[in-house]
Nanobody
């Protein structure tokens, strides 16, 4: 059974870098049938795709967040990570990691078959 689990600080100060890790079990992050994304949901809003990393280790980002986002991976531990720099209170959200099918656009939530439970990140001083 595929499982994804987010981990990282729940509170980040403004202007600092948000760092989260997703640990994947039951599936390899190097498979070419899927990509692995970070997605967030701010309070009272819909889910927003942040970026993904593919089987080769290449990363792709939402244009609106590209300048502040970096996604990397650790294949030995089957993990991938998100770094979002220069955060503001508008980055407060529940952050999810998820597995998406390569046949589906990354911004389409219906293309994801497994999700982590989500982790609340609050940006506040």
């Amino acid at each position: 059974q595929v499982q994804l689990q987010e981990s990282g600080p729940g509170l980040v100060k403004p202007s600092q870098t948000l760092s989260l890790t997703c640990t994947v079990s039951g599936a390899s992050i190097t498979t070419d049938r899927y990509y692995f994304s970070w997605i967030r949901q701010p309070p009272g809003k819909g889910r927003e795709w942040i970026g993904y990393i593919d089987y080769s280790g290449s990363s792709y980002y939402s244009p609106s967040l590209k300048s502040r986002t970096s996604i990397s991976r650790d294949t030995s531990n089957n993990q991938f990570s998100l770094q979002l720099s220069s955060v503001t209170p508008e980055d407060t959200a529940v952050y999810y990691c998820a597995r998406g099918r390569v046949s589906s656009p990354p911004a389409a939530m219906e293309g994801y078959d497994y999700w982590g439970q989500g982790t609340q990140v609050t940006v506040s001083s």
